[in-house]
């Protein structure tokens, strides 16, 4: 089965992503700086769109899966089906839970694609940020972080609108 089909649409993800990326054809002036992640992923038309989007994602219910957002840079060691090793770094996107089977998905930084992992394949999880290690519990240390990357998100959403509240009751008076 493509293990692409477990995971629905994917937009970008709003932290910066490697600069090994290509550009987007037929751009004939020499970007100063890397280009913004979303200038890499679609056309220019469709950025716009994918930004709000992307912002109002706090969690989705995708058929019998429930889609958490989850952040971070992980180093893991991953068991596949046919029970090769190997340690994959991955900028974390989704954690789905579904019936059986719970994935985090996102852009596998040695492959340059979007991947989904099983939890209960993942031996060994480091965050390259933090510098933490787990090897115990991995899918509880998992939908720990997603709830507080969810939680953290919803907050700023809510701060977002207060702010915005407040500048349209300002210009009322």
Same mark, same amino acid.
């Given at each position: ?43 220019? !038309? @469709? ?6 989007? #992307? *912002?109002?994602?706090?969690? /989705?219910?995708?058929? =019998?899966? +429930? ?32 019936? !059986? @089977? ?6 596998? #930084? *040695?492959?340059?694609?979007? /991947?989904?992992?099983? =939890?209960? +394949? ?52």
């Amino acid at each position: 089965m493509d293990q692409h089909s477990f995971f629905g649409s994917f937009e970008p993800h709003p932290g910066a992503l490697p600069d090994t990326l290509p550009d987007p054809p037929g751009e004939a002036s020499v970007p100063v700086g890397p280009p913004a992640p979303e200038a890499r992923a679609m056309p220019a !038309g @469709r950025r716009a769109a994918s930004v709000e989007r #992307r *912002d109002a994602f706090l969690e /989705r219910q995708d058929g =019998a899966w +429930r889609v958490l957002p989850i952040e971070g840079r992980f180093e893991i060691v991953y068991e596949d089906g046919n029970g090769a090793w190997s340690v994959r770094r991955l900028q974390a996107h989704e954690l789905k839970i579904g019936p !059986g @089977r719970v994935l985090v998905g996102g852009t596998d #930084r *040695d492959r340059d694609g979007y /991947r989904g992992f099983r =939890a209960d +394949r993942i031996h060994r999880l480091t965050d390259r940020d933090t510098g933490e290690r787990v090897e115990r519990n991995i899918l509880d240390w998992l939908t720990r972080r997603a709830e507080g990357t969810r939680r953290a998100r919803a907050a700023a959403m809510r701060r977002a609108a207060g702010r915005a509240g407040r500048r349209s009751g300002a210009r009322a008076a």
